[in-house]
């Protein structure tokens, strides 16, 4: 993929110079090597996903796609060529582990993981960044910054998993990825336009669509003139995305201290097309999220002026993505280690 680099940040990605590079190499240490140049976590597809947020909001998905091709490509050629590469090209003294009759199986991500790769991409061709922050919180940023004071009867929602640090019930394992939004906004002004994912805890019981271990990705857009007409074309953008065109969303009235007004949001049925089935109970839609717009108690907290910025936010499992796309339940197989049901998906 060859453009201007004046305008395309993408530019620098060559996809014919990438293969000739990874033809070459002639041991495992040159492929590690290579893998790190072209997709590490400051590689040429890292820094070109960074930059794609400084392109015009029209050229985005375009570029989005384009890099989002050459990372596939790349990694089909890396693949291509370690399975290329004989006993004689790896470097240093080797053990032969094999066991007979069973071959050898390449392996892959994991479900959850491919999900939440799919749908980085998504929104980074949307112009979104990733934001990542700790799984140990503070009150402070899981609860009180968001608009939970102390005593209010949401608290009651989180059920919360309270780490033996500090003063009583002053640090715990995050109940969801929210905190992110906070630590994100103290650090930069806006606009602002981020995705969380990420690993949460809650101390629940499980169930087949419950665990107490979970990934959620929220997101979150502050800048001036958002609606929730804004919050809902993007729901409707990311879900198109990965589930196909044919999934409609929608919008019901629903409360959230951190948003005002809230809503939830579900899809028509992946498997009954919206007409009614056992999955859905019949309704034609499933529940996946909460959304809304930042309520402006959360924007002074973080000093930001809500007279003259508004925002939205939305927020869901990553597991429910894959359990609707597949079909797996209950939730605990995502955590089973199972190999019949790794090496299916």
């Known amino acids: 993929m060859t453009t201007d680099p004046a305008t395309d940040p993408a530019a620098e990605l060559d996809l014919d110079a990438a293969r000739a590079a990874i033809a070459a190499a002639t041991t495992a240490d040159e492929l590690d090597e290579l893998r790190r140049r072209f997709l590490g976590k400051k590689g040429l597809v890292a820094r070109a996903k960074e ?53 050898r199986r390449r392996g892959h991500s994991h479900l959850v993981t491919q999900c939440r790769r799919d749908l980085e991409d998504v929104f980074v061709a949307l112009g979104y960044r990733v934001a990542e922050g700790p799984e140990v919180e503070s009150d402070w940023y899981n609860f009180e910054a968001l608009n939970f004071p102390r005593g209010h009867p949401a608290r009651a929602m989180q059920d919360t998993l309270y780490v033996d640090l500090g003063e009583p019930e002053q640090v715990l394992l995050r109940t ?126 973080v000093g930001i002026d809500p007279e003259e910025y508004s925002g939205f936010a939305f927020g869901f499992g990553l597991e429910r993505m894959p359990m609707l796309r597949y079909g797996v339940e209950p939730i605990k197989t995502f955590f089973d280690n199972d190999l019949r049901f790794l090496i299916r998906y």
């Open 51 to 103: 930059s794609i947020k400084t392109l015009a909001p029209d050229q985005r998905p375009a570029v989005g796609r384009a890099v989002s091709t050459y990372s596939a490509a790349v990694e089909e050629a890396l693949g291509a060529r370690a399975a290329g590469l004989g006993p004689a090209e790896v470097e240093g003294p080797s053990l032969d582990l094999t066991l007979g009759g069973h071959g």
């Open 176 to 301: 969801h990825t929210s905190p992110v939004q906070i630590r994100v906004m103290e650090s930069q002004p806006p606009p602002i336009y981020c995705v969380m994912p990420g690993r949460t805890y809650r101390n629940e019981t499980p169930s087949p669509r419950n665990s107490p271990v979970f990934h959620q990705i929220e997101g979150l857009a502050v800048d001036r003139g958002l609606t929730f007409g804004d919050l809902a074309g993007t729901i409707e953008a990311f879900t198109s995305a990965y589930f196909g065109q044919r999934v409609r969303s929608r919008l019901l009235p629903s409360f959230f201290p951190f948003t005002e007004p809230s809503a939830e949001f579900a899809l028509s049925c992946v498997f009954c097309d919206g007409s009614g089935c056992r999955v859905c109970s019949h309704t034609g839609w499933i529940e996946l999220g909460g959304c809304g717009m930042v309520d402006p108690n959360v924007f002074r907290s």
